[in-house]
């Protein structure tokens, strides 16, 4: 069974940046998108930003427009998402999400908290 690899995640300041990574370690066939999600305590489950692999479209959340970045690497299977200018209210679980032909691949998630 093929698992995602998620990285990067941790404490930081308020206006701090923090880099996640995610990887699967084997091959998925067929990826159709790569994107992160996230789930703050007490609330649902939401998408922070996504990549079609296919047409290299992306969607983000209205409300991180400006200061997260998704991108993908081709040659290591691996997406990125590049935060800045970080909030308490940024303060989650971010889970990372493979969908492809087949059922759909999440990670274990990282804790990315956001405190002074």
């Known amino acids: 069974q093929v698992q995602l690899v998620e990285s990067g995640g941790g404490l930081v300041q308020p206006g701090g940046s923090l880099r996640l990574s995610c990887a699967p370690d084997g091959a998925i066939p067929l990826i159709s998108t790569m994107g992160w999600y996230r789930q703050a305590p007490g609330k649902q489950r939401e998408l922070v930003a996504a990549?079609?692999?296919?047409?290299?479209?992306?969607v983000y959340a209205d409300s991180l427009k400006g200061r997260f970045t998704i991108s993908r690497d081709n040659t290591k299977n691996t997406v990125y998402l590049q935060m800045k200018s970080l909030k308490p209210e940024d303060t989650a679980v971010y889970y990372c999400?493979?969908?492809?032909?087949?059922?759909?691949?999440w990670g274990q998630g990282t804790q990315v908290t956001v405190s002074s």
């Open positions: 990549i079609t692999v296919s047409t290299g479209k992306i």
């Open positions: 999400k493979v969908t492809h032909f087949g059922p759909d691949y």
